[in-house]
Each structure stands twice: as structure tokens, then as C-alpha cells.
């Protein structure tokens, strides 16, 4: 369900990325208080055309009686529509609409020591994640290696280095620039598998990570995830979020089952339920929005998990995927933007 929100402060972080802060009524609180590694899907609409977004929240979450803070950071995309407006157009006051925050890239303070891998924007929701653990768990540490083009590019600056300043015994920060020679740390160049498998031992101790957390472009986070497997890493203790991938063609272009084009959904969503006929290349999310416009979903990408849904029954494909773990589609959840049938009849169910 979506909220009118009204945005409160922007600020510009580089010239191609701002931080957008929104205000919560009093009667929201409680509904967008998130987890530190969360992101709020908002919708707008631009040119009579309804635009939804996912962005991740970086300010630290906060518990009650403190209000909960909704920043979230906004980096240009080549023909983004919402992205450019945010950058051009949206003004203090002017007001959006936002689900509740979601997500589940997120880590609940507990002692132990943490790891991230960032590249880009990508340090948004890390940057809520370690604020957060470093402010309510004394005997956690977090090591943030992130990479980014040039320093001027480079979002969130002061809130790092603040973290730096606010914990230096347990927090430590690595910079990689790609297009940028640096006075002191890394080499520039591009974080590559084979970068960080070489890295990563000679900064910490890759084993006595309790988590490591992967955010970023696809080529960075697969690079980073494979250096961590062969490295020995277990696959529970990395937890990934991508944040931009770029079209594979051919993804929806595959045979379909014949069954496919005969197919009829069936999906339950807050608490209601109804029966659609597939339309031959729809996927269950397009299925479900010709009826049920509160369907949830964002990015349509497979990116954002935002239409994760339960497969009750039947049989699906997803083209494709890098928002669920391997552990979520065991239990047989898949998301529904990228889901087609094969069987006759499929059943799904978004409130589980």
C-alpha cells in the first residue's frame, strides 16, 4: 500500500546523485520505521505516466521513541525517468508516494565483525547497515571496501568519513578509484575477482567474518562473490543486493511450453484472491496488474524482489533473477515479474 510522503530536504551529493529525505506523519511511524539495508519503493507521476522506483534508505534505522529518518540516495541512470527528476525537478515539499520500507539485504546488530563490497550507489544501504551496527553494538567492527569511478563521483563522502572519525577502532575503509590515481591507498583500477582474491587476506581476516554484504553493479557483486568462494567463504554468510543490470536480450525471447498460452492464474494478495487467463508472453505480474493495480512491484527487472510471491501450485520459469536467494526459491517463492507459466494452472500467493 502506498502513502503520500512529502519531501522535506534534498541535497545535492555529486553532480549526478542527491540524497532525498522524506517526512513521516505521526500516524506513519510505526509503517516506515525500517531495518538498517532497506529500501522504499515510490511511486510518481510524470507526463500523466505513473513511474515506480526502488531506492535504498541510508540513514541509520532508529528505534522508539526516536522518529524513524527516511533518506534515501538517488544517483542519475541514462534515461531514468524518475532518477532525472529527482535530479532536475523535485523540490522541498513536493510530495511522493512510498510503500513501507522492505527488503531483506539488512543485518540486525549483533556483536561480531562484518565486511561489505560496494560499488557505486551501492554503498547506500551498507552505509545505513554499519552506521546503525556501529551505534548500537560496542563489540561489533565493520570493514567497508568500495570502489567507485573518480572521488568526485563518489556519494556519501561526509557521512563515511564521519563513521570513520565516530568509530576508528572498528571501522576501517578501503577506497578503490577505477579512473583515478589516489595520493595513498589502493592502485586505481577496477575490483576484479581476481583483485580481491588477493586483496581481501592481506586486509582482514576473510574467515572471522560474520557476514559479508555485496551491494552493487552485477559485475562487481559476482566478481566479489566468486573471490569469496574461492576463498572459502561460506554461501550463508554472503548476502547480495544488485542495483543495476543491464538488459540481456533473448531473456523472454525462449520457446514457451504450449501449455503456457492456455494457462490461468490464480493469486491471493491482502487477502483477496482471483482467477486471470495468462495472455500469451505475459508474466504473472502483468497477469495479476490487469486486475489488481495494488499488485506490488518496482523495478520489473528481477532486481528489487519487490513482487516476491509464494508458488502455491504449478509450475513456473523465471527468465531471470538477482533478487531471491537460493535458499527462498528451495522454499518456492519466485518473482512474479519474471515468472511465466508452464503448467495450465498456477496458484500464487504475495502474502506469505
Partial sequence: MFHPLRVSAIERLTDDSVAVTFAVPPKLRETFRHKPGQHLNV??????????????????????????????????????????????????????????????????????????????????????????????????????????????????????????????????????????????????????????????????????????????????????????????VDRTRIHQEIFHVEDTPGASARPRDENSAQSTLTATLDGRSGTWPVQEGDSLLETVLRSRSDAPYACKGGVCGTCRAFLVSGEVRMDRNFALEPEETDAGYVLACQSHPVTGEVELDFDR
Fill in 43 to 232: 511511486r510518481y507521476t510524470v507526463d500523466g505516466e505513473e513511474i515506480r522506483r526502488s531506492y535504498s534508505i541510508c540513514a541509520p534505522a532508529t528505534e522508539q521513541p526516536a522518529d524513524p529518518a527516511l533518506r534515501v540516495g538517488i544517483r542519475l541512470v541514462d534515461g531514468g525517468a524518475f532518477s532525472t527528476y529527482a535530479l532536475k525537478e523535485l523540490a522541498v515539499g513536493d510530495q511522493v508516494e512510498a510503500m513501507p520500507p522492505m527488503g531483506r539485504f539488512v543485518l540486525a546488530p549483533r556483536a561480531g565483525q562484518f565486511a561489505a563490497i560496494v560499488g557505486g550507489s551501492g554503498i547506500t544501504p551498507v552505509l545505513s547497515i554499519a552506521a546503525t551496527l556501529l551505534a548500537r553494538e560496542a563489540d561489533a567492527s565493520f570493514c567497508l571496501i568500495r570502489s567507485d569511478r573518480t572521488a568526485a563521483s563518489t556519494m556519501f563522502l561526509d557521512e563515511v568519513a564521519d563513521l570513520k572519525d565516530r568509530y576508528p577502532d572498528r571501522f576501517q575503509l578501503v577506497t578503490a578509484l577505477s579512473r583515478e590515481e589516489q595520493q595513498a591507498g589502493l592502485p586505481s583500477g577496477r575490483l576484479d575477482r581476481e583483485r580481491l582474491t588477493g586483496l581481501l587476506p592481506a586486509l582482514l581476516s576473510v574467515a572471522d567474518m560474520e557476514g559479508w554484504y555485496l551491494c552493487g553493479p552485477l559485475g562487481l557483486v559476482r566478481a566479489a562473490e566468486g573471490a569469496l568462494h574461492g576463498l572459502g
